[in-house]
């Protein structure tokens, strides 16, 4: 069985609100796995999410780059250990390089852009920093003419989010102000039926366990059930969200007004998804001083 460490009850606590006890047994019951133990308290405790804060770790810049005509861009996200780093110029350097390549080379993912050349320079910058630097990401949006769409960007002031999208109609101050509403409220789709199943099973699961608690009668429950699937789903789609601009409008009636349709999006924020390292120099401290 995994040993539940006090690091892993802290993160659970911050990630859930729960207290201490309630998240050492979640943790204990999953043998460790923080995924499974939010799930299985989601379904006892009806917490509604957790908070991913706590999963990023990785520092490091994403960068963004459209054509001149509008029909085509890429996006990269470049890691290093440390913000300070970042912020580094000769990091920054290595970054638009691989931006630049990865526009070039509209066809190769990561492993094929060090492989052409990317990987000497990496390590050489490993080597001058002192820090582990990787090429994470990249991911492009185009279309083959430039009258058939168009394709524009934001990146927020810190470099730690950035957005492409892809519009059939509009223009690119409409694209720009998309962009923007994706960087700040996340959506997983831009169409509600473009929800996965699996997403909507285990959401299924969770509310299922949930409402099951309130001991209602089964055709309640199922009633239950489909209102909080429909309020989830809608929550998640782009163009079901009120536009952050203008809360009483939502982003598919700004479309439609401007005679516009979202063909597609990309949002990449920095170390998302990344396990956080816990460091306790407390005890490495310790550990130097008794060995």
Same mark, same amino acid.
């Given at each position: 069985m995994t040993t539940i460490s006090a690091s892993m009850v802290k993160e659970l606590r911050e990630r859930t609100g729960l207290g201490m006890m /309630?998240? #050492? #047994?979640?943790?204990? /019951?999953?043998?460790?796995d923080m995924n499974k133990a939010i799930d299985e308290l989601r379904k006892a405790?009806? &917490?509604k999410a957790a #908070?991913?804060?706590?999963?990023?770790a990785a520092e490091g810049i994403v960068m963004t780059k459209i054509a001149e005509d509008g029909n085509y861009g890429v996006v990269v996200e470049v890691n290093s250990e440390t913000d300070f780093v970042a912020k580094d110029e000769s990091f920054q350097d290595f970054a638009r390089e691989v931006l630049n390549q990865a526009f070039a080379n509209r066809d190769s993912d990561v492993a094929q852009l060090l492989e052409d050349g990317l990987e000497s320079q990496r390590q050489a910058l490993v080597q001058k920093i002192g820090e582990n630097?990787? &090429?994470?990401? &990249?991911a492009r949006l185009g279309f083959d003419d430039a009258n058939q769409g168009i394709v524009d960007n934001y990146v927020h002031s810190n470099n730690r989010i950035a957005v492409l999208i892809a519009l059939h109609g509009g223009d690119e101050s409409l694209a720009r102000d998309i962009s923007m509403h994706i960087a700040a409220l996340n959506p997983m789709v831009v169409r509600a039926e473009d929800v996965p199943e699996d997403v909507l099973a285990k959401e299924s699961e969770i509310y299922s366990a949930q409402a099951r608690e309130s001991g209602k009668p089964e055709e309640i429950i199922a009633k239950m059930i489909e209102g909080r699937l429909r309020k989830f789903v809608s929550e998640v789609s782009l163009l079901e969200q009120p536009f952050v601009k203008d809360p009483d409008s939502k982003v598919s009636d700004l479309l439609k007004e401007a005679g516009a349709d979202v063909v597609s999006f &990309?949002?990449?924020e920095v170390g998302e998804g990344i396990e956080k390292k816990e460091e306790d120099f407390a005890a490495e401290v310790a550990a130097q001083v008794n060995g």
């Open positions: /309630e998240c #050492k #047994k979640a943790l204990q /019951e999953a043998d460790g405790s009806g &917490v #908070k991913k804060s706590s999963r990023i630097i990787t &090429v994470r990401r &990249v &990309v949002r990449f």
